[in-house]
């Protein structure tokens, strides 16, 4: 089956400095990771959508300077939070499909903690 | 624009009782349709998906959607809950380029 792994699991990190995390996809080819953020009490924000060979789109209020992403292959993919700060905090979810018109598969989630 | 909508935050329900959680989406095609669990500091898990065919389908734990194109919805159905239901249920639309997710319907289970 497809399965998408998240690591770490939990982090804490201390105002202004980075973190990063990482999503790996198995049993299937991840041609496109869409990482999201869920603030507490909030939904799902996508934060980016990645394509294989292709460049990765922003969405409206998260940069590529705030949120670096790399995605080498079509079963890794990684985001850095740089210079966190307590309004990042919240729960960020990789998605990864073979399109990104179908199924996302999701992992568990990041939860980052910023004091 | 694009918009999921799921109009309930919170819904409370008798263990036992049947159950309804409303989604709507707002479209100018008809996108792929999800639904989400989030059990308590976990990430999603996938209920069920519609893409086309049977406008009901079925998904793990009993659950089950209907897709209306005609109300532009996708609501989620039950029978007869149980305690351990009691989660955060996300509707989500793929058109093609994303998923977007709606505000979740908290769902408490009570005795």
């Known amino acids: 089956g497809a399965l998408v792994y998240q690591y770490p699991r939990r982090t804490i990190c201390k105002s202004g400095t980075s973190m990063r995390m990482e999503c790996q996809a198995v049993g299937f080819q991840a041609t496109s990771v869409a990482w999201y953020r869920q603030s507490p009490q909030k939904t799902f924000e996508l934060i980016a959508l990645?394509?294989?060979?292709?460049?990765?789109?922003?969405e409206q209020n998260f940069t590529q300077e705030k949120f670096p992403i790399s995605h080498p292959n079509l079963s890794f993919s990684s985001m850095t939070v740089l210079n966190a700060y307590l309004e990042d905090r919240g729960l960020y979810l990789c998605?990864?499909?073979?399109?990104?018109?179908?199924?996302?598969?999701f992992g568990s989630g990041t939860r980052l903690t910023v004091l | 624009a694009q918009s999921v909508t799921q109009p309930d935050a919170r819904v409370t329900v008798s263990e036992g009782a049947s159950l309804q959680l409303r989604c709507k989406y707002s479209y100018s095609a008809t996108p792929y349709l999800f639904w989400y669990v989030q059990y308590p500091r976990q990430g999603l898990q996938l209920l069920l998906k519609?893409?086309?065919?049977?406008?009901v389908v079925q998904g793990v734990n009993g659950f089950e959607a209907e897709f209306s194109k005609s109300n532009s919805s996708f609501h989620l159905r039950k029978a007869s809950v149980h305690w351990s239901d009691s989660a955060v249920y996300f509707c989500s639309a793929n058109s093609g380029t994303y998923q977007r997710f709606g505000t979740g319907t908290k769902l408490q289970v009570v005795p």
């Open positions: 519609y893409y086309s065919g049977d406008p």
């Open positions: 990645s394509t294989v060979n292709s460049a990765i789109k922003y």
């Open positions: 998605g990864a499909g073979t399109t990104s018109a179908e199924t996302l598969y």
